[in-house]
C-alpha cells in the first residue's frame, strides 16, 4: 500500500509541474504580448506630439486617455518638454509633478530604444520613457507608467492556487526569494524594450499529492501495479493535452491581442501617420515658396501658397477625423469623381516628383463611373499608393506612375502602377496587415490603413505584380451614371 501512494504521490508531483510549465509558458507569452502593446502605444503617441500636440494638446489627451481605458495596467501617460519650458501633459489626476525631472532625464539619456525607470511607489510599478521625435532633435519625453503585475492577469484557475506563486520584475532587480522543492520556471519576456524577468514556483502540499480520490483508487488496486501503468499514461496524455492547449491558447491570445489592439493602434497610430503627408508637403512648398519669392516670381509663389493652404486644410481635416472616430459622429460621404481626385493627388505631389526625376501620368476614363465615399478618404486611399511607387521606383533606371481610372461593370476601377522591383514574395501574403513592410524606415501602416478605408466604402484593394509593373487595384461600387456632374 505505502509504495502505491508513494508512486501516486510521484507521478502526482510530475503532473504538477507539468502543469507548472505549461500553464507558466501559456501566461509568458501573454505578458509578452502585453508588453509589446506598450510600443506600439508609444510609437502612436509620440507620432500625435510630434504632429502638434502643443497647438492641440487636448487631442493627445483624448487619445492617451482612450488607451487607458482599454488597458487598465497602462495607469498613466505624461509628456514632458525637455527644455522645461513647455506645458506638460498628464492623465494623472495632480499632473506629471516630481516625475517631471526623472521623464526629463530618462528621455535625454536614451539612444534610440525606451528607458525603464522602477517607481518606489506604488509598488510593483515602473515608467517606460522614450524621446519624442525618436531622434537627437526630441523635444519632450513621453512616459507611460505600467502596472508590471497586470501583465500577469490570467483567468486560469491553476494560478488561485494556495501552493502556486508567480512573480515579475526588472532584470536588473533582484529576483523575488522562493522556498519551492520543484523546479520553477523563469523566462524574460519577449520585449527587447521592456527587459522584465517573469517567474514562476509551485509549493505542493499534502493534498495536491495526495488527493482522496488517487488514495481511494490506490486502495481498490493495491496489489498491482496496473494503477501504477494507467496512471502514468493518463498523466502523458494530459501533459500533451496540456500542450496542446497552449497552442490553442497562444493563438486565441494573438487574435484577440489583434482584435482588441487594431482598433485603437490603427485608428491613432495611421491618422499620425497620415499627417506626415500634408506637413512634409507643406514644408517641401514653403522652402520652394522662399526661392520664389527670392527671384521675385510671383506666379510661381501664388501657387506655392495655395498648395499649403490646401494642405493645411488636409492637415485640419485628418485631425477632426481622428477626433470623430474617438467621440462617434457622422461621416460626411457623397458622390466622388474618381478622376477629379486623381488630378488633386497628382498636383499635390507633382513638385516631389520632378525633383526626383519621376514621371507620374495619368490616364483617366472619361467614362468612370463616380462613388460614393468621403473624398478625403479616397484621396488618403490614393495619396498612399503614389507615395508607395514614388518610394519604389526611386532605385529603378525607368522611374515611372501611371495612375489610371476605368469603368468596369457596376464597379469603378482605380489602379496605380510603378515600374519598381516589385513586392517581396515574404511579405507579399501579409501585405495588408498593420506594421507589415519592405521599407528599411517604412512604419507598416499605410497599406493597412488603405485596406480599412475601402473595406469601409464597401470596395476592395489588391496587389497585382506578376507582370512587368507592380499595380495596386481598388475597386469601388459606382453609382453615378456615366457623364453625371459630381465633385470631388
Not at 508609444?42 to 506630439?49: E, N, R
Not at 492641440?56 to 505624461?78: G, K, M, N, S
Not at 513586392?423 to 528599411?440: C, D, M, N, Q
Request: net charge neutral; with cysteine; proline share 6%.
Amino acid at each position: 500500500m505505502a509504495i502505491v501512494v508513494l508512486a501516486g504521490a510521484l507521478t502526482q508531483r510530475q503532473a504538477l509541474l507539468a502543469e507548472l510549465q505549461s500553464e507558466a509558458t501559456i501566461l509568458h507569452r501573454q505578458a509578452s504580448q502585453r508588453a509589446d502593446q506598450h510600443d506600439a502605444h508609444l510609437t502612436s503617441l509620440s507620432a500625435l506630439a510630434v504632429a502638434g500636440a502643443e497647438e492641440r494638446p487636448d487631442l493627445f489627451l483624448d487619445v492617451a486617455a482612450t488607451i487607458q481605458r482599454f488597458y487598465p495596467r497602462i495607469e498613466a501617460i505624461d509628456l514632458v518638454p525637455l527644455d522645461g519650458e513647455g506645458i506638460a501633459l498628464s492623465t494623472r489626476p495632480t499632473g506629471t509633478g516630481a516625475l517631471a525631472g526623472a521623464i526629463r532625464a530618462a528621455a535625454r539619456q536614451s539612444t534610440g530604444q525606451p528607458v525603464l525607470l522602477p517607481l518606489p511607489a506604488p509598488e510593483g510599478r515602473y515608467l517606460i520613457v522614450k524621446r519624442s521625435p525618436n531622434s537627437d532633435a526630441a523635444r519632450h519625453g513621453l512616459a507611460m507608467q505600467i502596472d508590471m503585475r497586470a501583465l500577469l492577469l490570467s483567468d486560469s484557475p491553476f494560478w488561485k492556487r494556495p501552493s502556486v506563486s508567480q512573480a515579475i520584475h526588472l532584470a536588473d532587480a533582484p529576483s523575488a526569494p522562493t522556498n519551492a522543492p520543484l523546479p520553477g520556471f523563469e523566462k524574460a519576456l519577449g520585449s527587447t524594450s521592456q527587459p522584465l524577468v517573469f517567474q514562476a514556483s509551485i509549493s505542493p502540499n499534502i493534498d495536491d499529492l495526495l488527493r482522496p480520490a488517487s488514495l481511494a483508487m490506490a486502495a481498490a488496486i493495491a496489489s498491482t501495479l496496473y494503477f501504477a501503468a494507467v496512471l502514468g499514461f493518463r498523466q502523458m496524455a494530459r501533459a500533451r493535452r496540456a500542450e496542446q492547449s497552449a497552442r490553442i491558447s497562444a493563438q486565441e491570445t494573438r487574435l484577440a491581442h489583434a482584435s482588441r489592439v487594431n482598433a485603437l493602434g490603427e485608428m491613432a497610430s495611421g491618422m499620425a501617420h497620415e499627417l506626415t503627408q500634408p506637413l512634409t508637403a507643406i514644408l517641401s512648398h514653403a522652402q520652394a515658396g522662399r526661392h520664389l519669392a527670392e527671384r521675385g516670381d510671383a506666379d510661381g509663389l501664388k501657387t506655392s501658397l495655395q498648395t499649403i493652404i490646401a494642405q493645411t486644410r488636409r492637415a485640419s481635416g485628418i485631425l477632426d477625423r481622428l477626433r470623430s472616430w474617438t467621440r462617434p459622429a457622422p461621416n460626411a460621404a457623397g458622390p466622388v469623381s474618381v478622376n477629379a481626385v486623381a488630378m488633386n493627388v497628382r498636383e499635390l505631389l507633382q513638385t516631389e516628383t520632378d525633383q526626383a526625376g519621376i514621371r507620374l501620368d495619368l490616364r483617366l476614363d472619361p467614362e468612370a463611373l463616380a462613388v460614393q465615399g468621403d473624398p478625403v478618404e479616397i484621396e488618403q486611399v490614393l495619396f498612399n499608393l503614389v507615395r508607395n511607387a514614388m518610394d519604389a521606383v526611386a532605385q529603378s533606371d525607368r522611374r515611372q506612375i501611371v495612375v489610371s481610372t476605368r469603368a468596369a461593370g457596376s464597379q469603378t476601377l482605380i489602379e496605380v502602377a510603378d515600374t519598381g522591383p516589385g513586392v517581396s514574395p515574404a511579405i507579399r501574403p501579409r501585405l495588408f496587415e498593420p506594421f507589415v513592410t519592405g521599407k528599411a524606415d517604412g512604419t507598416g501602416l499605410g497599406l493597412a490603413l488603405c485596406q480599412r478605408l475601402v473595406d469601409r466604402m464597401n470596395g476592395t484593394i489588391v496587389l497585382d505584380d506578376m507582370g512587368l509593373e507592380t499595380t495596386f487595384r481598388v475597386s469601388l461600387p459606382a453609382i453615378v451614371a456615366p457623364g453625371s456632374k459630381v465633385s470631388a
